[in-house]
T-cell receptor, first 113, second 117 residues
Framework: DAGVIQSPRHEVTEMGQEVTLRCKPI?????LFWYRQTMMRGLELLIYFNNNVPIDDSGMPEDRFSAKMPNASFSTLKIQPSEPRDSAVYFCASRNTRGGEQYFGPGTRLTVT | AQTVTQSQPEMSVQEAETVTLSCTYDTSESDYYLFWYKQPPSRQMILVIR??????QNATENRFSVNFQKAAKSFSLKISDSQLGDAAMYFCAYRSEYGGSQGNLIFGKGTKLSVKP
């Protein structure tokens, strides 16, 4: 199994630009999670999906952030417009209903200048 | 709401020695899962070990074992025969079995482990 796949691995952009992060979960997993990690705030859950439906988006910082899961094998996290305080590592993770383990992708390091 | 506390921001161990990382949690639920994740400098989050709350037996994975004390709400990780590759940030995490939070992992703030050669 290829594991959770994220792209890009690194993204550098200027303030005000749109950023799109991508995630492919492990095949057969029906839960997908987006996290953000910073030194100040640690790991934060942004949003998670079950069977492609958003279940809890209370962690999404503000309207500039949006996430979609159009099918079981693909999800995006979009920031528009981006701001320097959005600089962080963004992780995607997935798991299946029957299992307890959550598997993480390698993360996307986002830098907004 | 559930919380996870790791009271040791940093720990250090000599290579080949044993180290224990502490984790406590707060919950009113009886069924849940507990996990330890490792995050090396590569920043990849790696699952180390899991424990189901209904199991009395402590989980073990090679050199990694846990001491699960359900009544005390304690879940410590013991690393035996420490190796240089064990140097990383370690996160304790909780997952409920119930309700709307069923999908979510709640993480502690982490313990940074250094291994001295």
């Amino acid at each position: 199994d290829a594991g959770v796949i994220q792209s890009p691995r690194h993204e550098v952009t200027e303030m005000g630009q749109e950023v799109t992060l991508r995630c492919k979960p492990i095949s057969g997993h029906d839960y997908l999670f987006w996290y953000r990690q910073t030194m100040m705030r640690g790991l934060e859950l942004l949003i998670y999906f079950n069977n492609n439906v958003p279940i809890d988006d209370s962690g999404m910082p503000e309207d500039r952030f949006s996430a979609k899961m159009p099918n079981a094998s693909f999800s995006t996290l979009k920031i528009q417009p981006s701001e320097p305080r959005d600089s962080a590592v963004y992780f995607c993770a997935s798991r299946n209903t029957r299992g307890g383990e959550q598997y993480f992708g390698p993360g996307t390091r986002l830098t907004v200048t | 709401a559930q919380t996870v506390t790791q009271s040791q921001p940093e720990m250090s161990v000599q290579e080949a020695e044993t180290v224990t990382l502490s984790c406590t949690y707060d919950t009113s639920e009886s069924d849940y899962y507990l996990f330890w994740y490792k995050q090396p400098p590569s920043r990849q989050m790696i699952l180390v070990i899991r424990q189901e709350a209904y199991k009395q037996q402590n989980a073990t994975e090679n050199r990694f074992s846990v001491n699960f004390q359900k009544a005390a709400k304690s879940f410590s990780l013991k690393i035996s025969d420490s190796q240089l590759g064990d140097a990383a940030m370690y996160f304790c995490a909780y997952r409920s079995e119930y309700g709307g939070s069923q999908g979510n992992l709640i993480f502690g703030k982490g313990t940074k482990l250094s291994v001295k050669p």
